[in-house]
T-cell receptor, first 116, second 113 residues
Framework: GAVVSQHPSWVICKSGTSVKIECRSL??????MFWYRQFPKQSLMLMAT?????????EQGVEKDKFLINHASLTLSTLTVTSAHPEDSSFYIC????????????FGPGTRLTVT | GDSVTQMEGPVTLSEEAFLTINCTYT??????LFWYVQYPGEGLQLLLK?????DKGSNKGFEATYRKETTSFHLEKGSVQVSDSAVYFC????????????FGKGTLLTVNP
């Protein structure tokens, strides 16, 4: 149980275009979803926290107009990287927790974004 | 704020060697502590956790004990295997309304046959 999927697993896009990444909880209802960014050989940086049906809470230094997060249902959250640039190339990972999970999060497999 | 400091490595061991990866933390209150593992090209998987002082988390031969007096949660395994090669992250969750995780920088472990 507690499986989280991400789609796509990797994507290459041209500079200036927008890319949408989906995060789904497959077998539980995710009341909270988290989006992280991971640079090569570095730790995970929390970008934002989203609760179903409400606006995401962004961490300091994360541009909310560039990284649009939508958590429209209890099983789906999306991250849209708008007007992507090469510096946005990274590994994006989502995680989710259900109402009864306390502080345990379940992680998706990640999405590798390359902007050319 | 909350923070996690872990041995950065990289750590290179021979198969069947003993493993220790140190992790210490700073947090207000009584956080829960976690070890996550990330295999090459994959997302994070929860390896083990402990939610209160003196708890021992264990899984797949790995163990870590929540030591409040030393604010530590060191990861140990008595005999590593090649398949244990991965990046290991120590993390804490202070609770709060959203249960945010704070991660250490990760430790790359390579086990040679």
């Amino acid at each position: 149980g507690a499986v989280v999927s991400q789609h796509p697993s990797w994507v290459i896009c041209k500079s200036g275009t927008s890319v949408k990444i989906e995060c789904r909880s497959l077998d539980f209802q995710a009341t909270t979803m988290f989006w992280y960014r991971q640079f090569p050989k570095q730790s995970l940086m929390l970008m934002a926290t989203s609760n179903e049906g409400s606006k995401a809470t962004y961490e300091q230094g994360v541009e909310k107009d560039k990284f649009l997060i939508n958590h429209a249902s209890l099983t789906l959250s999306t991250l849209t990287v708008t007007s992507a640039h090469p510096e946005d190339s990274s590994f994006y990972i989502c995680s989710a927790r259900g109402l009864a999970d306390g502080n345990e999060q379940y992680f998706g497999p990640g999405t590798r974004l390359t902007v050319t | 704020g909350d923070s996690v400091t872990q041995m950065e490595g990289p750590v290179t061991l021979s198969e069947e060697a003993f493993l220790t990866i140190n992790c210490t933390y700073t947090a207000t209150g009584y956080p829960s502590l976690f070890w996550y593992v990330q295999y090459p090209g994959e997302g994070l998987q929860l390896l083990l956790k402990a939610t209160k002082a003196d708890d021992k988390g264990s899984n797949k031969g790995f163990e870590a004990t929540y030591r409040k007096e030393t604010t530590s949660f060191h990861l140990e395994k008595g005999s590593v295997q090649v398949s244990d090669s991965a990046v290991y992250f120590c993390a804490l969750s202070g609770g709060g309304s959203n249960y945010k995780l704070t991660f250490g920088k990760g430790t790359l472990l390579t086990v040679n046959p």
